[in-house]
């Protein structure tokens, strides 16, 4: 099994500009989650999900929106970058409660 | 919602010494603590959980310890060794159905093992 995988591994964006971070499980987990993390500091969820076509919103899901259409895939979508979206983003899956943690998403948005 | 504290924020240890992080939750209705570490730029990796029926927890060199009446747990690493300096976070949640495993993190304890 390969886990949990995200993709880009670093990104450069401009400020107004959109992308997509994408994360894929093949544990078969239902329940899904994106999390960033600033320098220094803990994660913070920003959307999660329980199973394919249900989402719902984390502590900081401003200026971010996800979908979840298969078990395996949930993308994050940044629609107009702003610097403060600068993090690391990690998405996460679990099953019984242990969450497994992808590589993570370095994002810079100058 | 739920708010975690975690402290100390570093920690520095003479290797083969013990460490201790400790974090205080807010919300009663939290049943289930996990423990992540966090090497230099990898993801975080569970290490250690506990859920509230149970007041410790032991593997190997690592303990969890819980006190549901105080709202604290504790991370207990004995005979520490260079290989365990990295972030330690404590995280809380309330395990529902209806919404998985959503966690609160606490804000990382820098342990730093001196050989």
């Known amino acids: 099994n390969a886990g949990v995988t995200q993709t880009p591994k670093f990104r450069i964006l401009k400020i107004g500009q959109s992308m997509t971070l994408q994360c894929t499980q093949d544990?078969?987990?239902?329940?899904m989650y994106w999390y960033r993390q600033d320098p220094g500091m803990g994660l913070k969820l920003i959307y999660y999900?329980?199973?394919?076509?249900?989402?719902d919103k984390g502590e900081v899901p401003n200026g971010y929106n996800v979908s979840r259409s298969t078990t395996e895939d949930f993308p994050l979508r940044l629609e107009l970058a702003a610097p403060s979206q600068t993090s690391v983003y990690f998405c996460?899956?679990?099953?019984?409660?242990?969450?497994?943690f992808g590589p993570g998403t370095r994002l810079t948005v100058l | 919602g739920e708010n975690v504290e975690q402290h100390p924020s570093t920690l520095s240890v003479q290797e083969g010494d013990s460490a201790v992080i400790k974090c205080t939750y807010s919300?009663?209705?939290?049943?289930?603590f996990p423990w992540y570490k966090q090497e230099l730029g990898k993801r975080p990796q569970l290490i250690i959980d506990?859920?509230?029926?149970?007041g410790e927890k032991k593997d190997q060199r690592i303990a969890v310890t819980l006190n549901k009446t105080a709202k604290h747990f504790s991370l207990h690493i004995t005979e520490t060794q260079p290989e365990d300096s990295a972030v330690y976070f404590c995280?809380?949640?309330?395990?529902?159905?209806?919404?998985?495993?959503?966690?609160?993190f606490g804000t990382g304890t820098r342990l730093a093992v001196r050989p």
């Open positions: 996460a899956s679990s099953s019984n409660s242990a969450q497994y």
């Open positions: 544990m078969n987990h239902n329940y």
């Open positions: 999900s329980v199973g394919a076509g249900i989402t």
């Open positions: 919300d009663s209705a939290s049943n289930y």
């Open positions: 506990i859920r509230s029926n149970v």
């Open positions: 995280a809380a949640s309330q395990i529902l159905k209806s919404s998985g495993d959503k966690l609160t």
